[in-house]
């Protein structure tokens, strides 16, 4: 009660504007009394309105009243201040409904500035600094203020718990290690922490080394789009310059073209109207002689009529007809069909290297670090499948294609394909049409005395040296009856394996591994490479022996 008459006592001796110890404190007319400075200045807010008001009680006043100084409450702020009391704190020191709240303050309680882990209790500034001041309360653990502090008392023997039990993974009290965990795995929950510090600290260190490597491998991303805005926009730029090129090409062509009209038009219209005047001029002439004519067959005097008749008649027997035949014309009309066949020429040539672009574009890749993992099981790998159709354009004159061009057959008689750059001269071979980046997988049945399956760069020789395997631009898995034998460079590697008539071929470009798989029941590896593909890939098919064959890209669902 005492405690509670001091602290009533603090609440009559405050200012209720600052929360201080009244300043010079004065009693307005309601009886409410301020620190003369505080009341002054709230009133000099109110100056505009010509009525002052008690920040307590809202009552007003006019005029504004005149302040005296309070001498008994400032005689007893002044004792107050002797014996060491002080204003009550402001409000923002009080706990709220989030703070935790001193467990020493009776009636309204302080913040709490720290909390004992071995007192179990947390504390305010004030009944704090016994923990600073005595000896053996120095040695206790003080914490960040925490609401969860009964979590550190054991629920069956209401004891603080001091140890960890490693067999059952918890904290345990000491009355604990003496009872249900009697015999277990048992250390102070101070060891354990810091076993358990060394483990974070360990995380800690590869959680920052990760992030690091990704912060290294953002900035390289970064400089890759900075690489591949570079090369695209320069790739536009190019590419504008030599369209622009090809413009004015046609357009000084058009204009040549147009030149050539004119002048031969030009030309012709002259000779033309040359001529035009020269038979107008005869017309004239010949009008003028039948004129005379007409004149002489009215004569009525028959001796003048036979004077006159034969030197007339000598002009109507100079007379010809024209000396040129009027014949149809066909005029420029071949000239726009020349220009024509100019324009299909330049069609097709476009279209054909259009195509080329667009594969070009497409192929476009960025090699980065693929994470996934590579693939372990058949189901793994039919993920990666692809539909993969045989390009008529590169198959050889023996080679015959079927089944929507995913089927090769060897033939005898030579095919009459029309002639084209890409295909085959020299070796019974076939590419796809596709080209082949990134992940890729594709299975192939074969029939037949033997088959090579394939993955070629398209830049591969058309003619001689050509044979897949033979060369640097070729990878090449040979099948027979009795054996598998692998070329690259035209260096043979026996490979060993089960015997099967389909074959599966996966392929990781970016990380440059090409594999082949016996298929049958199971899936064996048959062989691996682990290169460096510097082009895109297409795959491919050839038939060695002269007995016949099949090899069919499969439909993989």
């Not at 020493?104 to 001041?133: P, W």
């Not at 062989?527 to 439909?555: D, I, K, S, W």
């Amino acid at each position: 009660m005492a405690q509670k008459g001091v602290e009533l006592d603090r609440e009559t001796i405050s200012c209720s504007i600052c929360l201080d110890l009244l300043k010079d404190p004065v009693t307005i007319p309601c009886g409410h009394s301020y620190c003369i400075n505080c009341i002054k200045t709230h009133w000099d807010g109110e100056d505009g309105k010509k009525i002052y008001s008690c920040p307590q009680c809202r009552q007003s006043f006019t005029p504004r009243p005149v302040l005296v100084k309070n001498t008994m409450l400032a005689v007893l702020v002044e004792e107050l201040k002797k014996t060491g009391l002080q204003a009550a704190p402001a409000d923002h020191c009080y706990a709220g409904a989030e703070d935790v709240a001193c467990d020493v303050c009776t009636g309204r309680k302080l913040k709490a500035l720290k909390s004992c882990l071995v007192c179990v209790a947390s504390f305010c500034e004030k009944h704090l600094q016994f923990h600073y001041d005595s000896a053996p309360f120095r040695k206790h653990k003080l914490v960040e203020p925490s609401k969860k502090l009964q979590e550190n008392i054991c629920s069956r023997h209401d004891e603080v718990m001091k140890l960890f039990c490693r067999t059952d993974q918890q904290c345990i009290c000491y009355l604990c290690s003496m009872d249900e965990h009697k015999g277990h795995d048992t250390v102070s929950a101070a060891a354990e922490r810091t076993e358990r510090q060394r483990e974070l600290e360990v995380s800690r260190q590869n959680i920052q080394q990760g992030i690091q490597d990704r912060e290294k491998d953002v900035k390289l991303l970064q400089q890759e789009v900075e690489a591949i805005s570079r090369s695209a926009d320069k790739a536009v730029e190019d590419s504008e310059k030599i369209f622009t090129e090809l413009i004015r090409l046609m357009e000084e062509r058009r204009s040549d073209v147009e030149q050539q009209i004119r002048s031969q038009q030009e030309t012709e219209v002259s000779r033309v109207k040359e001529l035009q005047e020269k038979l107008e001029q005869e017309i004239t002439e010949l009008k003028r002689e039948d004129a005379e004519l007409e004149e002489l067959s009215h004569t009525e005097d028959h001796n003048q009529f036979l004077h006159n008749y034969p030197s007339l008649s000598a002009l109507s027997e100079s007379t010809h007809s024209s000396s040129f035949n009027i014949r149809p014309l066909s005029y420029f009309e071949d000239v726009t069909a020349a220009v024509s066949e100019v324009r299909d020429k330049l069609q097709d040539v476009l279209m054909e290297t259009w195509t080329n672009i667009s594969r070009t574009l497409t192929d476009v890749d960025v090699l980065l670090t693929d994470s996934k993992p590579q693939p372990k099981t058949r189901a793994e790998f039919l993920k990666y499948s692809r539909e993969i159709t045989l390009d008529p354009n590169t198959a050889h004159k023996l080679v015959v294609l079927s089944e929507g061009n995913r089927k090769a057959t060897f033939v005898t008689k030579y095919q009459s394909y029309p002639s084209h750059p890409n295909r085959f001269t020299s070796c019974r071979h076939v590419l796809s049409r596709e080209s082949l980046t990134g992940r890729c997988y594709w299975e192939v049945e074969w029939s037949g005395r033997d088959a090579y399956i394939s993955v070629a760069y398209k830049s591969i020789s058309r003619s001689e040296g050509c044979h897949y395997g033979r060369n640097d631009k070729s990878w090449a898995l040979n099948c027979d009856s009795n054996s598998y034998k692998f070329w690259y460079n035209n260096v043979k590697t026996p490979v060993s394996g089960p015997r099967s008539s389909r074959v599966g071929v996966y392929l990781d470009h970016r990380a440059g591994i090409l594999s082949f798989y016996s298929i049958s029941v199971t899936m064996t590896l048959l062989h691996r490479v682990q290169t460096t593909f510097t082009q895109p890939l297409y795959a491919g098919l050839r038939f060695y022996h002269e007995y016949g064959g099949t090899a069919e890209l499969c439909e993989l669902s």
